[in-house]
Protein backbone atom coordinates (compact mmCIF):
# COMPACT_ATOMS: atom_id res chain seq x y z
CA UNK A 1 0.00 0.00 0.00
CA UNK A 2 1.84 3.28 -1.12
CA UNK A 3 -0.15 5.72 0.67
CA UNK A 4 0.37 5.93 4.83
CA UNK A 5 -1.01 8.04 7.13
CA UNK A 6 1.00 9.32 10.09
CA UNK A 7 -1.75 10.64 12.66
CA UNK A 8 -3.66 10.17 16.02
CA UNK A 9 -7.31 9.61 16.24
CA UNK A 10 -7.82 12.09 18.90
CA UNK A 11 -6.62 15.66 16.72
CA UNK A 12 -9.30 16.78 14.96
CA UNK A 13 -6.70 18.22 12.20
CA UNK A 14 -5.93 14.47 11.79
CA UNK A 15 -9.76 13.38 11.63
CA UNK A 16 -10.04 16.20 8.67
CA UNK A 17 -7.67 14.32 6.56
CA UNK A 18 -9.48 11.21 7.51
CA UNK A 19 -12.89 12.68 6.63
CA UNK A 20 -11.52 12.94 2.97
CA UNK A 21 -9.98 9.53 3.03
CA UNK A 22 -12.98 7.47 4.19
CA UNK A 23 -15.36 9.46 1.89
CA UNK A 24 -13.52 8.12 -1.17
CA UNK A 25 -12.77 4.84 0.65
CA UNK A 26 -8.88 5.35 -0.23
CA UNK A 27 -7.05 2.95 0.71
CA UNK A 28 -4.10 3.83 3.14
CA UNK A 29 -1.65 1.92 5.84
CA UNK A 30 -2.52 3.90 9.51
CA UNK A 31 0.86 4.51 11.53
CA UNK A 32 -0.18 5.93 14.85
CA UNK A 33 2.18 8.97 16.27
CA UNK A 34 2.02 9.22 19.85
CA UNK A 35 4.15 12.32 20.52
CA UNK A 36 4.71 11.29 24.78
CA UNK A 37 6.14 8.59 23.56
CA UNK A 38 10.13 9.72 22.48
CA UNK A 39 10.56 6.47 20.10
CA UNK A 40 7.17 7.17 18.21
CA UNK A 41 8.33 10.99 18.37
CA UNK A 42 11.55 10.43 16.94
CA UNK A 43 10.37 8.86 13.90
CA UNK A 44 7.63 11.45 13.50
CA UNK A 45 10.08 13.95 13.62
CA UNK A 46 12.71 12.37 11.49
CA UNK A 47 9.67 12.60 8.77
CA UNK A 48 8.31 16.11 9.32
CA UNK A 49 10.81 17.90 11.62
CA UNK A 50 7.72 20.34 12.84
CA UNK A 51 6.17 17.50 14.75
CA UNK A 52 2.33 18.40 13.17
CA UNK A 53 0.09 15.93 12.87
CA UNK A 54 -1.33 14.75 10.18
CA UNK A 55 1.41 13.90 7.11
CA UNK A 56 0.94 11.07 4.44
CA UNK A 57 3.28 9.49 3.01
CA UNK A 58 3.12 8.33 -0.78
CA UNK A 59 5.35 5.34 -1.20
CA UNK A 60 5.11 4.97 -4.68
CA UNK A 61 6.01 8.90 -5.42
CA UNK A 62 8.59 9.49 -2.70
CA UNK A 63 6.56 12.33 -1.55
CA UNK A 64 5.97 13.36 2.14
CA UNK A 65 2.83 15.60 2.34
CA UNK A 66 2.33 17.38 5.37
CA UNK A 67 -0.88 19.85 6.65
CA UNK A 68 -4.22 18.63 6.18
CA UNK A 69 -5.70 20.85 3.73
CA UNK A 70 -2.83 19.97 1.38
CA UNK A 71 -3.36 16.13 1.99
CA UNK A 72 -7.26 16.40 0.86
CA UNK A 73 -5.66 18.85 -2.33
CA UNK A 74 -3.18 15.96 -2.97
CA UNK A 75 -5.79 13.34 -2.40
CA UNK A 76 -8.17 14.80 -5.05
CA UNK A 77 -5.20 15.39 -7.57
CA UNK A 78 -3.33 12.05 -7.47
CA UNK A 79 -6.50 9.70 -5.87
CA UNK A 80 -9.38 11.40 -7.34
CA UNK A 81 -12.15 9.81 -5.89
CA UNK A 82 -16.46 10.15 -6.62
CA UNK A 83 -16.18 12.94 -4.17
CA UNK A 84 -14.50 16.05 -5.46
CA UNK A 85 -13.18 18.41 -3.09
CA UNK A 86 -12.24 21.53 -4.77
CA UNK A 87 -14.44 22.36 -7.83
CA UNK A 88 -12.64 22.43 -10.84
CA UNK A 89 -15.13 25.90 -11.33
CA UNK A 90 -12.40 28.77 -10.43
CA UNK A 91 -14.47 30.88 -8.83
CA UNK A 92 -16.16 28.10 -6.47
CA UNK A 93 -12.64 26.52 -5.98
CA UNK A 94 -11.55 29.77 -4.62
CA UNK A 95 -14.16 29.87 -2.10
CA UNK A 96 -13.48 26.42 -0.93
CA UNK A 97 -10.32 27.37 -0.13
CA UNK A 98 -11.11 30.67 1.99
CA UNK A 99 -13.73 28.58 3.50
CA UNK A 100 -10.99 26.22 5.04
CA UNK A 101 -8.54 28.42 6.25
CA UNK A 102 -12.03 29.97 7.76
CA UNK A 103 -12.53 27.29 9.83
CA UNK A 104 -8.74 26.66 10.49
CA UNK A 105 -7.73 29.87 11.49
CA UNK A 106 -11.14 31.15 13.14
CA UNK A 107 -12.67 27.98 14.78
CA UNK A 108 -10.33 25.47 15.04
CA UNK A 109 -7.26 28.21 16.01
CA UNK A 110 -9.45 29.82 19.04
CA UNK A 111 -10.70 26.14 20.06
CA UNK A 112 -7.06 25.24 20.83
CA UNK A 113 -6.04 28.32 22.33
CA UNK A 114 -9.21 27.37 25.06
CA UNK A 115 -8.59 23.81 25.32
CA UNK A 116 -4.55 24.61 25.33
CA UNK A 117 -4.95 26.80 28.27
CA UNK A 118 -6.92 24.21 30.40
CA UNK A 119 -3.94 21.71 30.04
CA UNK A 120 -1.48 23.95 31.74
CA UNK A 121 -0.55 24.56 35.27
CA UNK A 122 -3.11 26.67 36.93
CA UNK A 123 -0.38 29.25 37.75
CA UNK A 124 0.65 29.51 34.02
CA UNK A 125 -3.08 30.03 32.76
CA UNK A 126 -3.96 32.87 30.27
CA UNK A 127 -7.41 34.13 31.06
CA UNK A 128 -7.12 37.12 29.22
CA UNK A 129 -6.03 35.05 26.12
CA UNK A 130 -8.78 32.73 26.62
CA UNK A 131 -11.73 35.47 26.72
CA UNK A 132 -9.71 36.80 23.62
CA UNK A 133 -10.45 33.20 22.04
CA UNK A 134 -14.08 32.90 22.80
CA UNK A 135 -14.63 36.76 21.58
CA UNK A 136 -12.92 35.01 18.52
CA UNK A 137 -15.14 31.85 18.42
CA UNK A 138 -18.39 33.77 18.42
CA UNK A 139 -17.65 36.19 16.09
CA UNK A 140 -17.11 32.88 14.36
CA UNK A 141 -19.68 31.64 14.69
CA UNK A 142 -22.05 34.41 14.16
CA UNK A 143 -20.60 34.58 10.27
CA UNK A 144 -21.44 30.69 10.19
CA UNK A 145 -24.65 31.15 10.84
CA UNK A 146 -25.34 34.01 8.78
CA UNK A 147 -23.63 31.51 6.24
CA UNK A 148 -25.82 28.15 6.70
CA UNK A 149 -29.14 29.76 6.97
CA UNK A 150 -29.12 29.44 3.40
CA UNK A 151 -26.59 26.69 2.52
CA UNK A 152 -26.07 22.84 3.06
CA UNK A 153 -22.68 22.82 2.67
CA UNK A 154 -19.99 25.45 2.98
CA UNK A 155 -19.52 26.26 -0.61
CA UNK A 156 -22.34 25.50 -3.69
CA UNK A 157 -24.14 22.09 -3.15
CA UNK A 158 -21.59 19.86 -2.52
CA UNK A 159 -20.09 18.22 0.28
CA UNK A 160 -15.90 19.39 0.15
CA UNK A 161 -13.07 20.35 1.67
CA UNK A 162 -13.92 23.44 3.36
CA UNK A 163 -16.73 20.59 5.00
CA UNK A 164 -13.89 18.42 6.23
CA UNK A 165 -12.42 21.72 7.82
CA UNK A 166 -15.80 22.35 9.73
CA UNK A 167 -16.37 19.18 11.15
CA UNK A 168 -13.82 19.10 13.42
CA UNK A 169 -13.53 22.49 14.07
CA UNK A 170 -17.32 22.46 15.09
CA UNK A 171 -17.77 19.46 16.98
CA UNK A 172 -14.70 20.21 19.42
CA UNK A 173 -15.62 24.38 19.18
CA UNK A 174 -18.98 23.14 20.64
CA UNK A 175 -17.79 21.30 23.52
CA UNK A 176 -15.64 24.65 24.91
CA UNK A 177 -18.07 27.28 23.33
CA UNK A 178 -21.60 25.13 22.66
CA UNK A 179 -23.73 26.67 20.15
CA UNK A 180 -26.82 26.32 21.86
CA UNK A 181 -29.85 28.15 20.55
CA UNK A 182 -28.05 31.65 19.66
CA UNK A 183 -26.75 29.86 16.55
CA UNK A 184 -29.29 27.84 14.97
CA UNK A 185 -28.08 27.24 11.58
CA UNK A 186 -24.30 26.96 12.57
CA UNK A 187 -26.01 24.08 14.88
CA UNK A 188 -28.36 22.66 12.37
CA UNK A 189 -24.97 22.48 9.98
CA UNK A 190 -23.07 20.39 12.82
CA UNK A 191 -25.35 17.88 13.03
CA UNK A 192 -25.51 17.18 9.68
CA UNK A 193 -22.04 17.02 9.65
CA UNK A 194 -21.76 14.94 12.53
CA UNK A 195 -24.46 12.70 10.66
CA UNK A 196 -21.84 11.59 7.69
CA UNK A 197 -20.51 8.52 7.68
CA UNK A 198 -17.14 9.33 7.19
CA UNK A 199 -16.92 11.69 10.08
CA UNK A 200 -19.11 9.62 12.26
CA UNK A 201 -16.35 7.13 11.85
CA UNK A 202 -13.98 9.31 12.47
CA UNK A 203 -14.92 10.48 16.01
CA UNK A 204 -16.09 6.65 16.33
CA UNK A 205 -12.29 5.96 16.48
CA UNK A 206 -11.43 8.87 18.71
CA UNK A 207 -13.74 7.62 21.81
CA UNK A 208 -11.27 5.49 23.23
CA UNK A 209 -9.02 8.95 24.03
CA UNK A 210 -11.94 10.96 25.13
CA UNK A 211 -10.52 11.35 28.30
CA UNK A 212 -7.59 13.45 27.04
CA UNK A 213 -9.98 16.12 26.44
CA UNK A 214 -10.03 18.59 29.37
CA UNK A 215 -13.40 20.46 29.08
Not at 176 to 182: N, Y
Request: proline content about 8%.
Amino acid sequence: MSLKLHFHPFSSYCQKALIALYTNDTPFERVLVDLGDAASRARFTALWPMAKMPVLEDGARGLTIPEATIIIEYLDLQRPGATRFVPADPDLAWRTRLQDRFYDLHVQDPMQKIVGDRLRPPDQRDPFGVDAARDRLRAAYALVDRDMATRCWAVGDSFGLADCAAAPALFYADKVEPLGERWPHAARYLRRLMELPAFARAIDEAKPYAALFPL
